[in-house]
């Protein structure tokens, strides 16, 4: 345009277009500038305050979350304080930054550097816990390994299933049985310790068309401490081609010189989920599933193997963990642990109104106690009899403050024994 003014012979004429270009780019440039701050108006009225500006700086950061951590001002204050993890627990942690680090690598360092982690930990922890000839399946959530388990299970056991899906499952139904003193949530469908019942149930299902699939046995349980006969549970298994699963708190003795033979039978069954962080006190390192099975091709339909570097990567906490405490650290705690276990069952013997559950699992390193409360002065003829002035409002107060005291010696007589690095269940 200042070419074309150039031209034009009137220089009054000449000047007035320059003006009028200035004063249009002003208005122009104006305008924008309302615009671009009606937007940024708009959107930080959308955006939490933190994202708003040009971001936080790091110590803001940290000390925000040290607020969330501790809680707020205005709250009252908790007499609990944040968990030493230790030098081990340390390492643990490194090990998600480092698998970060590690995942920009190039795929061929990538890829030969998460394949030795993964036979190394799987190594390892086939050696230390007795599991010879092993693979494993490391999974954050603990039941994801079982779930796996059944699939392989299903896979092996319906030859179709990979081609026809659920539709085979139709004729011939699987059957998994879990043990009475399973965990909460692992299933609907429970039997009896008794293995003879077992074995009847198991005829019963094969009468009925149906096909016994999966029979997960307990070594230890957190809620019960009791430890199924894992040795009989292997022969029914093996007659009636069930793939058996162990799980428990029990199974860390494993690695201990001296070893219950319920518990040594465990090494015959064809997959176990093992948990080493609260075993050895490890923050946020994944649960393990070792397994047996001699199909490629199926374990990685079920998902229990994968090419995913990622995948591979989940391991790399505890490859570290493991070289930092070494065989002796690793036995030491597990050892430790157990005579906590000991020391705090023989203590709550003493205490009155305290009844120890289980006594005759002397390897458990779980102690099961429960609160009673015992009447004074009075005799077993008395006891039996109701009492009918008594509200059903105040039997329910009565019972809710029997489950608070037991949670309240719960609580306070476990953590004035056992120290926080070492707690099995």
């Known amino acids: 345009m200042d070419a074309s003014l150039e031209k034009i012979a009137d220089p009054t004429l000449a000047e007035m277009g320059r003006n009028l270009k200035e004063a249009m780019k002003m208005l122009e440039e104006s305008q924008r500038r309302i615009e671009d701050e009606n937007g940024k108006k708009l959107m930080s009225e959308d955006i939490p305050g933190p994202l708003q500006g040009s971001g936080q700086d790091m110590v803001s950061i940290l000390q925000l979350v040290q607020n969330l951590m501790h809680g707020d001002e205005d709250e009252e204050p908790q007499s609990t304080r944040i968990q030493n993890i230790g030098e081990q627990g340390h390492m643990a942690l490194l090990g998600h930054s480092l698998g ?38 490391f999974h954050e959530e603990e039941r994801e390994g079982l779930a796996k388990i059944c699939r392989l299970a299903i896979h092996s056991r319906y030859e179709d299933f990979v081609v ?22 692992l299933g609907q469908y429970l039997c009896n310790q008794d293995v003879a019942f077992l074995e009847k149930m198991i005829k019963d299902d094969i009468e009925r068309g149906r096909l016994p699939l999966l029979l997960v046995a307990n070594a230890g349980t957190a809620a019960v401490g009791h430890t199924d006969k894992i040795g009989r549970l292997k022969e029914l298994c093996e007659q009636y081609g069930i793939w058996l699963h162990v799980e428990g708190v029990n199974l860390a003795t494993l690695a201990l010189g001296y070893i219950s033979s319920s518990v040594l039978a465990a090494t015959r069954c064809d997959s176990m989920t093992l948990t080493p962080g609260p075993w050895l006190g490890l923050p946020a390192v994944p649960a393990v599933t070792l397994y047996k099975h001699d199909d490629p091709a199926l374990t990685l339909v079920a998902g229990l193997t994968s090419n ?56 458990s390193p779980v102690v099961v ?20 002035n008594v509200a059903p409002a105040t039997v329910s107060r009565e019972r809710h403050s029997c489950d608070a005291l037991n949670r309240w010696v719960r609580k306070f007589s476990l953590l004035s024994f056992i120290p926080e690095h070492c707690h099995l269940a």
Do not use: M
Request: hydrophobic share 40%; proline share 5%; aromatic share 10%.
């Open 164 to 185: 026809d899906g659920f539709n085979v499952l139709y004729n011939k139904k699987p059957v998994i049985y879990l043990s009475a003193a399973a965990r909460p949530g």
């Open 308 to 363: 995913k570097p990622a995948d591979k990567l989940r391991a790399l906490p505890l490859w570290l963990s493991l070289q930092y405490l070494g065989l002796d650290g690793i036995v030491e705690r597990i050892k430790h642990a157990c005579q906590l276990s000991q020391r705090l069952q023989e203590s709550l013997k003493k205490v009155n109104h305290i009844k120890i559950l289980v006594e005759d699992e002397l390897s």
């Open 369 to 388: 106690f429960r609160f009673f409360q015992e009447l004074p002065d009075s005799d077993s003829v008395l006891k039996a009899v109701p009492a009918p």
């Open 100 to 137: 970060a680090f590690i995942s920009t690598l190039d795929k061929e360092k990538l890829r030969k550097l998460t394949t030795r982690i993964l036979s190394d930990t799987t190594l390892w922890l086939c050696r230390i816990f007795r599991y010879e000839n092993g693979c494993a399946y």
